[in-house]
């Protein structure tokens, strides 16, 4: 039951006596006043009162200057959501795209979260009533022609009603499964908190807000300013590979819970025991209102598992038990249903499975016995696109026929690049037997320098971390793709494997490299040079600069040599797994090409052939694993001369790929580059990519490409 405060409209008596103000002193007073007038954070949501205080009236600001506000953080992640009682708030919310933030807080005549009536005499500029519509979730960018390439601030609108005499409720949380990139979000006109960082949960206490009662026009309202604009101290920054899709990308509900409720709970596998016989599992449990002493009970019926923990300081309670357990593997994905429950009658259930991952020398061991990952990468677009199935994806069905593919594929591992995909992946990747690669998208050049930066990169990755923690697929937290090497880089993803580390003792750490491309190139160049000059198709002028060439390099220059090249990165002494992209095949030609003024074609033929002999190794006594290869193509384009972009060339790299990889024994899997064509800003190139990256093993129509197959038949014949 949550008790009504009397209470007016947010801004109450800001509306200045105007009368005979001529229009200048109007705009100057609002200006002024304005700060009292915008929306305030309710007291006691999160700070919110020292957010009442920080509002600051600047009488220097300029018009449109936001105010300095002190945003309330989001809750903690409520674990196990789909546990919870939820009301959903998917559907159609009204929409206004918002360029110039006009209707931001600092706005001369007010923000858009007052959602001020208009008629009459009021004037208003914009009104959520009427107008156009959005479906939540999913991205705007695909959902209307004219908002594809949009990259900015956009308003959601909904009216909800919730029974607060429910006996049952005492609190209730607006959750969001994730949105992008910041949002700012407003309750009854009031701002209940700031979330910066796609693709993560979050989640505010809004039982104060609603307490207050009903607003004027008798309905509950949510209002959501998000801004998928990315720039230097994003997270990702404002150059991506994939599409900045924006919007409230994820579920969106309001949870129901009592006063004394349990918040998340992680279970580990302590000690395998023999095969999972004697098993050992840790339970960690996390509380919020429930008192010192409580015991909180934990069922696994299956395991004849009837265990107590009790709530302890900082609302943790943890215990640990013993049984006879069946591992969980990709051939056997066993999962067991376990039930957590507080004598005041709250409830988490999940489905939870047991394993070991660790790394000895150059091998990965999963209950003990080593693994070769078979794996792909994956953005999180849908397999075939349709008018249903595009942009974003969100749907549980849409992520079972991404996995289907890689299972297709005969894949036992799947990447989930390069942000936290939805929940139902690994939740799916548990019962379908796949192991994954969990990321965040501390990608290309990230501001190593900003506090604010690390502070979302942390908050992405503890978040990540605290919804997946349970899911036994999850093999391998990464936080960095291709970043660039250097001392401050290195301090800030020394901070992220500590996120990682106080959470999760219990899987590896690892990171795509971008590995010393200038170095590999001075070891392959002259090797080149002398295999060129071995094929009878060359033109005479670039004839003559391989000559050069070898004879520069002397016996460097030897066209029959095992060619091996060494991974390296100062981040191998922090991760367990060292990864690499390595684009043997395809971006390399063209740097090779360029700097010994030859042909690009006679490289690329020339380097197909000797891929073969070539030997990926890493400096570190770790497993090296190659988390990118690959190739474009774009689907029907055959070429018998192998030319780029035709599927013929993509399925020869893939056979080269594979040849050099079979013979570099510390490789311990891969992850080619990439399941399905995707769309991306950094591709124009018309006719063949249209903004769309064609590196994908499958087409946007879900046409397979003659790829899959290599690749296929080099998984199952293993
Ligand atoms: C990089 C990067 C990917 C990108 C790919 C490509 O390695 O990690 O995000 O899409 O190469 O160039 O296609």
């Not at 380097?607 to 006594?621: E, H, I, Q, V, Y």
Request: net charge negative; aromatic share 8%.
């Amino acid at each position: 039951m949550i008790h009504r405060k009397a209470r007016g409209r947010s801004g109450e008596g800001c509306t200045p006596s105007l009368a005979g103000l001529r229009a200048f002193w109007l705009v100057a007073l609002a200006v002024v006043l304005l700060p009292a007038c915008s929306p305030q954070p309710e007291s006691g949501s999160q700070g919110a009162s020292s957010a009442e205080q920080a509002v600051v009236a600047d009488e220097e600001a300029g018009l449109f200057e936001a105010p300095e506000i002190d945003y309330p953080e989001p809750l903690a992640p409520l674990g196990m959501i789909d546990a919870r009682e939820q009301i959903s708030l998917n559907g159609d919310w009204n929409f206004i795209v918002d360029p110039m933030c006009g209707g931001c807080l600092g706005a001369p005549f007010g923000s858009f979260s007052e959602n001020r009536p208009g008629g009459g005499m009021n004037l208003v500029e914009y009104d959520f009533e009427s107008a156009e519509t959005v479906r939540v979730p999913g991205d705007w960018n695909t959902q209307q022609e004219r908002l594809f390439f949009y990259r900015g601030p956009a308003w959601y609108y909904r009216t909800f009603e919730i029974d607060l005499n429910d006996p049952d409720t005492e609190r209730i949380l607006l959750h969001f499964g994730g949105a992008n990139f910041l949002a700012d979000v407003f309750v009854n006109r009031t701002l209940v908190g700031r979330h910066e960082g796609g693709y993560v949960p979050f989640s505010f206490d809004i039982t104060e807000v609603l307490a207050e009662g009903v607003p004027e026009d008798g309905k509950h309202f949510v209002i959501v300013r998000v801004d998928n604009e990315l720039g230097d101290a994003t997270v990702p920054t404002g150059r991506t590979d994939w599409w900045p899709y924006g919007g409230l990308t994820r579920d969106v509900s309001l949870v129901r819970l009592p006063n004394a409720h349990l918040r998340n709970a992680k279970f580990e596998l302590l000690d395998a025991g023999d095969e999972g016989e004697g098993a050992s599992v840790s339970v960690a449990v996390t509380t919020s209102g429930i008192a010192q002493g409580t015991a909180v009970s934990i069922a696994v019926d299956e395991l004849g598992i009837a265990a107590t923990a009790t709530v302890g300081t900082a609302d943790r309670a943890t215990t640990t038990f013993t049984a006879d357990l069946d591992l969980w593997s990709p051939d056997q994905p066993r999962l067991y249903d376990i039930k957590l429950s507080t004598p005041g009658g709250d409830q988490l259930t999940d489905r939870v499975g047991f394993r070991t991952i660790e790394t000895r020398g150059h091998a990965i061991l999963l209950n003990g016995k080593e693994v070769t990952l078979r794996g792909i990468s994956t953005h999180e677009e849908p397999i075939a696109e349709t008018d249903r199935d595009h942009g974003v994806m969100f749907e549980r069905r849409q992520a079972r026929r991404v996995l289907e593919e890689a299972k297709a594929l005969g894949a036992n591992f799947v990447r989930l690049a390069h942000y936290p995909h939805s929940r139902h992946m690994a939740q799916l990747a548990d019962e379908m037997g796949l192991l994954l690669w969990e990321e965040i998208p501390v990608y290309w050049n990230i501001d190593w320098h900003n506090p604010a930066t690390l502070a979302i990169a942390r908050d992405q990755m503890a978040r990540l971390v605290e919804r997946d923690w349970n899911r036994p697929s999850v093999i391998i937290w990464s936080f960095a793709n291709e970043t660039p090497v250097s001392p401050a880089r290195m301090r800030f993803l020394e901070e992220l494997a500590d996120t990682v580390r106080e959470r999760d003792q219990t899987r590896l750490l690892s990171a795509a490299l971008l590995g010393d491309i200038r170095k590999d190139m001075e070891t392959l160049v002259p090797k080149l040079a002398a295999r060129a000059l071995l094929r009878d198709d060359l033109e005479p002028e670039d004839r003559a600069v391989y000559e050069a060439v070898a004879q520069a390099a002397g016996d460097a220059a030897s066209a029959d040599a095992i060619i091996t090249l060494v991974v390296s990165d100062p981040l191998e002494e922090l991760v367990d797994v060292l990864a690499t992209n390595e684009y043997y095949g395809w971006y390399y030609s063209v740097l090779i090409a360029k700097s010994l003024g030859v042909s690009e074609g006679s490289v690329r033929r020339t380097m197909l052939s000797m891929m073969p002999d070539m030997r990926l190794t890493a400096a570190a006594n770790k497993p090296l694993f190659v988390s990118e290869f690959g190739a474009g193509a774009t689907a029907g384009t055959r070429s018998k001369e192998l030319d780029i972009w035709s599927e013929d060339y993509q399925a020869a790299v893939y056979h080269a790929q594979i040849a050099m990889l079979e013979a570099s024994p510390q490789v311990a899997g891969m992850s080619p580059w990439i399941l399905k064509d995707f769309h991306a800003m950094l591709r124009p190139l018309r006719g063949i990519q249209d903004y769309t990256n064609r590196k994908g093993l499958i087409a946007p129509d879900g046409q397979r490409k003659l790829a899959f197959d290599v690749l296929r038949e080099f998984y199952t014949d293993k």
